[in-house]
């Protein structure tokens, strides 16, 4: 008997050992559990709904926030979705806050901008952020109400959304809300309180609106490619507003070379389809069509007429876009063109539109193309005339203006009965032959102003303009330059006027678009801060590259 008690003592000690082992292991597997989830950061996209129309991925965000924030271009950025950039600042350089970023946006996170979130149809700038097993110390943390300033609201499903009052934004009823999926920090910047719970139902396949994972965009699968640059995204160009005029991309896809405090250095992809061109640099006629326009441009686009079968096949069933298409476009068994350019002028260069005989300014137009000599440009102007008045029965006849010996130019007139003949003849459409170009102006007089001034004693300037210096910077088959807070005036102008056209005509049904107008318009105030941008479109390799510089 004694034998048999001493021998169960070492039996006991192992039973309790290997219990304690298990225990260990389950108190192990727990904290792994809490601690850990399996790193799948293109589970991110399953949250972002399909109809994001800009979307960005970022590295360790948290890490590069107070100097991403300095930007000029971010600043605009944050500025447009109702942010408070010097409160944003403020609350950056707190040594709290610094370390919560470091916890929720070390690794990858997806920022998006969605024009209509959810069932409200409300605009939204939403966030993923993978946070690995912080996600279950969050729902612990926020569970014991350790984290007072989010304030949780229970939906009709039991689930938990959690919101802050946004009190460092520029909307009164801002509200930033967040959710908490399986390693993953979603978060939203909207009207509606509980807007995150939306990007659950996405991840969840439970919303209307599918993920942009399960859509298939094609960043979705370069999240995984940790070898690109730590800042990247692409612009979503589905159906919208003059969208059957215009045949874009799909997908721009799109990578931050740099950062600087004043400028933004971006390249972008695409598909384009287009044939490759020599460098606009090099064309020898750009010299005098610098000479003619100087710096008078707000904004200007350079390229070669054949692209305009690429993004603009269908211009013929547009109005104006049928003028464009006859003035870029080379005539059957004629030489293709080398270089066509559009630009936009306000300022003193405006046209009026009369509204109810209340002259209302609008921007001026104008289009042109390189032509092999005088001759070659007004036989191409006077070809124009004839076709426009065999289509529409306009009556249009050019009367000659005097403007030195540079140039010819005509005023286009109307000789039939209808609104275009009623405008006095300073608004109406003119044309210009010099020895290189053919050049049409929605607006004769600002044409004729312009002309005026190289005959003038700016005519043998030498200096080239801004665009074209920042044209010469690289190489480009096609290029645009943009005179961001010129622009952006001339153009709100022009939309004030379209709102009140609409408002005139129904103010009930026009609502939404009124309201578009006046968002749109608030993007084209805060990216006045940006100063310039200038596009360089390079087609020598198979998927076309665009550069980027927006700012100086």
Same mark, same amino acid.
């Given at each position: ?32 559990? =809490?601690?850990? &989830?399996?790193?799948e950061p293109g589970r991110l996209y399953d949250a972002i709904p399909a109809n994001a129309v800009l979307v960005s991925e970022h590295r360790n965000l948290g890490g590069r926030a107070p100097a991403l924030v300095e930007n000029t271009l971010v600043q605009a950025l944050l500025t447009a979705g109702g942010v408070d950039v010097r409160e944003a600042q403020k609350t950056l350089r707190d040594k709290a806050v610094q370390a919560w970023l470091r916890r929720l946006l070390a690794h990858e996170s997806v920022v998006a901008y969605v024009p209509a979130l959810g069932f409200s149809g409300q605009p939204a700038w939403v966030f993923a952020s993978w946070i690995g097993g912080w996600s279950q110390r969050l729902r612990w943390q926020l569970a014991l109400d350790l984290l007072p300033d989010l304030q949780p609201f229970r939906c009709r499903d039991g689930r938990f959304v959690w919101h802050l009052a946004t009190t460092g934004t520029n909307r009164a009823n801002a509200t930033l809300s967040f959710a908490i999926e399986e390693g993953i920090l979603l978060g939203c910047l909207s009207e509606n309180p509980t807007a995150a719970?939306?990007? $659950?139902? $996405? ?72 044939? *490759? ?38 211009? &013929? ?9 006859? $003035?870029? %476009? ?38 042109? $193309? ?9 036989? %191409? ?18 009367? =000659? &203006? ?50 005026? %001034? ?9 200096? *080239?303009?801004?665009?074209? @210096? @920042?044209? #010469? ?16 005036? =001339? ?5 004030? +006027? ?9 103010? =009930?049904?026009?609502?939404?678009? %009124? ?8 993007? +084209? ?7 310039? #941008? ?12 665009? @550069? ?5």
């Amino acid at each position: 008997m004694m034998s048999n008690a001493d021998g169960s003592q070492p039996v006991r000690r192992k039973g309790q050992a290997a219990f304690a082992l298990l225990l260990a292991l389950l108190i192990a597997g727990t904290v792994w559990w =809490t601690l850990s &989830v399996p790193h799948e950061p293109g589970r991110l996209y399953d949250a972002i709904p399909a109809n994001a129309v800009l979307v960005s991925e970022h590295r360790n965000l948290g890490g590069r926030a107070p100097a991403l924030v300095e930007n000029t271009l971010v600043q605009a950025l944050l500025t447009a979705g109702g942010v408070d950039v010097r409160e944003a600042q403020k609350t950056l350089r707190d040594k709290a806050v610094q370390a919560w970023l470091r916890r929720l946006l070390a690794h990858e996170s997806v920022v998006a901008y969605v024009p209509a979130l959810g069932f409200s149809g409300q605009p939204a700038w939403v966030f993923a952020s993978w946070i690995g097993g912080w996600s279950q110390r969050l729902r612990w943390q926020l569970a014991l109400d350790l984290l007072p300033d989010l304030q949780p609201f229970r939906c009709r499903d039991g689930r938990f959304v959690w919101h802050l009052a946004t009190t460092g934004t520029n909307r009164a009823n801002a509200t930033l809300s967040f959710a908490i999926e399986e390693g993953i920090l979603l978060g939203c910047l909207s009207e509606n309180p509980t807007a995150a719970r939306f990007l $659950v139902d $996405v991840a969840e396949r439970r919303a209307s609106v599918p993920s942009a994972r399960a859509a298939g965009t094609l960043a979705a699968s370069r999240l995984h490619d940790r070898t690109g640059p730590p800042d990247r995204g692409w612009l979503n160009f589905g159906p919208g507003p003059g969208a059957p005029h215009l045949c874009l991309p799909p997908f721009l896809d799109v990578e931050l070379e740099r950062l600087a405090q004043n400028a933004v250095y971006v390249n972008a992809y695409a598909d384009c389809g287009l044939p *490759p061109a020599p460098h606009m640099g090099q064309q020898p006629s750009l010299a005098e069509l610098d000479r003619i326009l100087g710096d008078t441009p707000e904004a200007i686009c350079l390229f070669p007429p054949a692209y305009i079968d690429t993004f603009c096949p269908r211009l &013929v069933s547009w109005p104006a876009g049928r003028i464009l298409e006859e $003035v870029l %476009r080379t005539p059957d068994g004629e030489q293709a063109a080398a270089c066509a350019f559009v630009a936009l002028f306000g300022g003193p260069h405006t046209g009026s539109f009369h509204l109810h005989v209340i002259p209302l300014k609008v921007p001026t137009l104008m289009a042109g $193309v390189n032509t092999a000599s005088r001759k070659d440009g007004l036989s %191409r102007a006077l070809r124009l005339l004839d076709r426009l008045n065999a289509d529409w029965r306009l009556g249009l006849v050019p009367k =000659t &203006v005097s403007v030195g010996d540079r140039y010819l130019a005509a005023v286009v007139e109307s000789t039939a009965n209808n609104v275009y003949a009623d405008c006095p003849i300073e608004d109406r459409a003119g044309y210009a032959v010099s020895d290189n170009w053919l050049i049409v102006s929605s607006n004769a007089k600002a044409l004729l102003a312009i002309l005026a %001034r190289t005959n003038g004693e700016e005519q043998d300037r030498v200096e *080239p303009s801004a665009w074209r @210096r @920042r044209l #010469c910077e690289h190489g480009a088959a096609a290029y645009g330059w943009v005179d961001i807070p010129r622009a952006g005036e =001339t153009v709100a102008r022009a939309l004030d +006027i379209y709102a009140l056209v609409l408002s005139l005509q129904d103010a =009930t049904s026009s609502k939404q678009v %009124r309201q578009d107008v006046q968002r749109a318009k608030d993007w +084209i105030r805060y990216a006045g801060a940006v100063k310039t #941008c200038s596009l360089w479109l390079d087609t020598a390799e198979q998927a076309s590259r665009l @550069r980027v510089r927006a700012g100086e």
